[in-house]
């Protein structure tokens, strides 16, 4: 890499979406470029729910950034974790005592799942945003139906299986959808003592229809495929409260074996080290070029970015979004070096789409719609091109192809030492609070 001061250096916060597309825009140009991560690797998000339900493995949708910028001869990749600013002198602290310093800093560090002030509720109700929250479910889950064969086996009987996920967004729709798939297709004919197919799925939003983005057809839809899947949605139904082995909604406590988080994310806390104006998600106010107003060379991306469309509206925290951002960002940097005007960014809304389950998905762009198998297939289609790597778009795709045709699931390896598999057998053979409550009412009375 040229180190030569004359050449101005950016750093970039995150290898996400945002961050990598910074990077590729900026590869091989007259900048020296740093991306700063805490992890290796680069996560294709729309895909952790198929981590988290045995489809894949972690592998299959992760690639090393140093790998996916080996042949940028101007970025170097740094694995560390930014914990703040020194915004006088430009530079960025490391949790290592380290600083970086810059010219231009693009932050795009991403969000995290929101609690809605119950972070109490994360060691009950885990979210999935990586890899790691991935193969907790994927343990929960599996462990749920292995338990339940051990008691059947050694006490004849077992407890219900109750999968509750709150939150019917696309990560909701989608987990809600794969687990009953589980349950019905893949295990079904793997356990002896159990029928799998006794599970239940509840999914629980507290708005009126799920999949609230889209046009009210597509969520109707939606709900009908997930129902015709064996889920049961409840709409208007908010949590209060979740603890160990229930979920309180009002005032009826639901039994629950799992659960599992969906709904409402927080941006990283960096974006309150900038001295900007946050909203109450904690995302920062950008001027229209995506900058900060106290520094004109501070860019903020992606989930972390408050962006307002003409109408009003804000622009969603999805992946297109986020590389849209990246590419506006890296186009106004490589202005300014050619004594250029910085343009406004404008959002162009390419469409959404979701999958519920298997043959049944639905697509939305403008006033195009569609729904069933066609959607499905143009949900795969569209995330085997968007994956990085040739190797991984193969690998998926083989696995899909044979999941497909034999319904199995290849990556159902339950991952973990001997502590954290006890500690995971403890959370899932925990009594609710409300029935050791009943049951000591009931030894009282007697």
Known sequence: MNNSDSRPKVVIIGGGFGGLEAAKRLKNR???????????????????????????????IASPIRRILRRADNIEVLLGEVVGFDLKNRKVKLKEDDDIAYD????????????????????????????EDALEIRRRVLLAFELAERDAIQKGSHDPLNFVVVGAGATGVELAGAIAGIARRALAKD?????TKEA??????????????????????AKKDLESLGVEVRLNSFVTEIAPGEVRVGDEWIDATVVLWATGVAASPLGSLLGAETDKAGRVVVN???????????????????????????VPGVAPAAIQMAQNAAANILSDLNGGTRKAFNYKDKGSMA???RNKAIVEAGR??????LAWIAWLMLHIILLIGFRNRIFVLSEWIWAYFTRERTAR???GDAEELSEALEFLTARPAHVLETEKESIKSA
């Open 30 to 60: 007259p900048v020296d470029v740093t991306i700063v991560d805490r992890k290796n690797h680069h996560t294709f998000q729309p895909l952790l729910y198929q981590v988290a339900t045995a489809v894949l493995s972690p592998g299959q």
């Open 368 to 373: 195009f719609k569609m729904t069933g198998f």
């Open 288 to 314: 229209d070029d995506l900058t900060v107003s106290a520094d004109r060379n501070i860019f903020v991306i992606g989930d972390m970015a408050r962006v307002e469309n003409e109408d009003g509206s804000l």
């Open 200 to 221: 239940k799925v509840l999914l629980l939003e507290g708005a009126d229809r799920v999949l609230g983005s889209y046009s009210r057809g597509l969520s109707e839809q």
């Open 104 to 131: 231009y800093l693009i932050i795009a560090a991403g969000a995290r799942h929101a609690y809605f002030g119950h972070d109490e509720w994360e060691d009950d109700a885990p979210g999935l945003k990586t890899i």
């Open 413 to 415: 390896l339950i991952t």
């Open 191 to 195: 356990f002896k003592a159990i029928d």
């Open 355 to 357: 999958t519920i389950g």
